[in-house]
């Protein structure tokens, strides 16, 4: 009997002794993999051309074994923060009343998600968002009750418009036209407006952008996401798009995949346009064939309508494969990861 209590606690030993090396091992092979740059993972995507300089925030957090929220959060605070970008955060095109209003959402690998809407005077909605999403019971705070909670909560109250951005305010007030225009902020820029062309302003480059849509897939495999805006231009005061809208500009699964949105807000939450892709993904679309059928989707619905306007959709997978594609020429994407140095990729196309 003494003989046989030693037989089963050496095998108890021996076989934890192998459960454990086993444990190392995988451990060790996934280290090795990622650092050769055989592994998917962490990757961060965001679209247009300023995705890169967020990528690069977002990376920052991501190759210190960071997490995926951490990392989507710092990424999209870069162009909250650019005076140069006028589609988000700081700087961003008013409404037609002269009023800067931004929306935000933010969700995380357990399903968290905070969101706010016609945000006023704070400069980075984002991390307004997550606070919604931490401290509170509630997913979206909107208008005064979103700044009463920001400042509640030590965020800085600001004018927003600036100078350059209010000129164009009044510009456009001589006409008050107000109709959405695909790549709007490079409309000025080319041959027909009189100017000297300069290839760097074509469509979805530094002159030419909208939301910050943000994706990313961290070394544990958790992923989330990030969507920030400062709006349509010119908007009715009030006006909220698919940015803050958790399944519509935004929408994270980490058993499966997460999608963002970009361009005209109305059509993407038509179709409720981020959870279609990442539902696509769980029949087992590739990002890029979910992203062109939620693109047909919104299509289907009214064709002509379609023609006017810009979409994208921007979406990874639990393996760190990512795809986009996009109503009208013009949209792209940036990816960071062991594989792709912050490269840019232009979208596929509908029309």
Same mark, same amino acid.
Do not use: C
């Given at each position: 009997?003494?003989?046989?209590? !030693?037989?089963?606690?050496?095998?108890?030993?021996?076989?934890?002794?192998?459960?454990?090396?086993?444990?190392?091992?995988?451990?060790?092979?996934?280290?090795?993999?990622?650092?050769?740059?055989k592994g998917a993972k962490p990757i961060v995507v965001s679209t247009w051309d300023f995705g890169r300089a967020a990528?690069?925030?977002?990376?920052?957090?991501?190759?210190?074994?960071?997490r995926a929220l951490d990392a989507v959060e710092a990424g999209v605070k870069v162009p909250e923060a650019d005076p140069n970008n006028h589609t988000v955060g700081y700087s961003g095109y008013p409404d037609r009343d002269g009023r800067v209003t931004l929306d935000a959402c933010i969700m995380d690998e357990l399903g968290n998600c905070g969101s706010v809407a016609s945000l006023e005077h704070i400069a980075h909605p984002i991390s307004v968002a997550r606070a919604v999403m931490?401290?509170?019971? !509630?997913?979206?705070?909107?208008?005064?009750?979103? %700044?009463?909670?920001?400042?509640?909560?030590?965020?800085?109250?600001?004018?927003?418009?600036?100078?350059?951005?209010?000129?164009?305010?009044?510009?456009?007030?001589?006409?008050?036209? @107000?109709?959405? =225009?695909?790549?709007?902020?490079?409309?000025?820029?080319?041959?027909?407006?009189g100017t000297t062309f300069n290839p760097l302003k074509l469509p979805g480059n530094v002159y030419n952008h909208d939301t910050i849509g943000m994706v990313a897939l961290d070394a544990d495999g958790n992923l989330s996401g990030a969507c920030t805006t400062s709006g349509?231009? @010119?908007?009715? !005061?009030?006006?909220?798009?698919?940015?803050?809208?958790?399944?519509?500009?935004l929408y994270v699964d980490n058993e499966v995949g997460a999608a963002t949105a970009t361009g005209v807000g109305e059509e993407v939450i038509r179709v409720v346009g981020s959870f279609l892709v990442v539902e696509?993904?769980?029949q087992g679309y590739s990002p890029e064939a979910a992203c062109k059928e939620a693109v047909i989707r919104i299509v289907k619905k009214n064709k002509e309508r379609a023609k006017g306007v810009q979409i994208g959709f921007l979406a990874i997978n639990k393996k760190g494969e990512h795809g986009a594609y996009c109503m009208q020429k013009g949209f792209n994407?940036?990816? %960071?990861?062991?594989?792709?140095?912050?490269?840019? =990729?232009?979208?596929?196309?509908?029309?």
């Open positions: 009997m003494q003989d046989r209590r !030693h037989f089963l606690k050496a095998a108890a030993i021996g076989a934890a002794a192998l459960s454990l090396d086993g444990i190392t091992s995988e451990k060790a092979q996934a280290a090795a993999a990622l650092k050769k740059g990528n690069e925030a977002a990376w920052e957090v991501l190759k210190k074994g960071g931490e401290k509170t019971p !509630h997913v979206m705070l909107v208008g005064d009750g979103a %700044l009463q909670f920001a400042l509640a909560n030590g965020f800085k109250k600001e004018n927003l418009l600036t100078p350059e951005a209010e000129k164009a305010w009044r510009e456009w007030l001589k006409t008050s036209e @107000y109709k959405p =225009i695909m790549n709007i902020e490079n409309s000025s820029y080319g041959p027909d407006k349509m231009a @010119y908007k009715l !005061h009030g006006r909220v798009g698919d940015s803050p809208i958790i399944g519509a500009g696509l993904m769980r994407y940036a990816v %960071l990861s062991q594989k792709e140095n912050n490269v840019l =990729i232009d979208g596929k196309h509908y029309f």
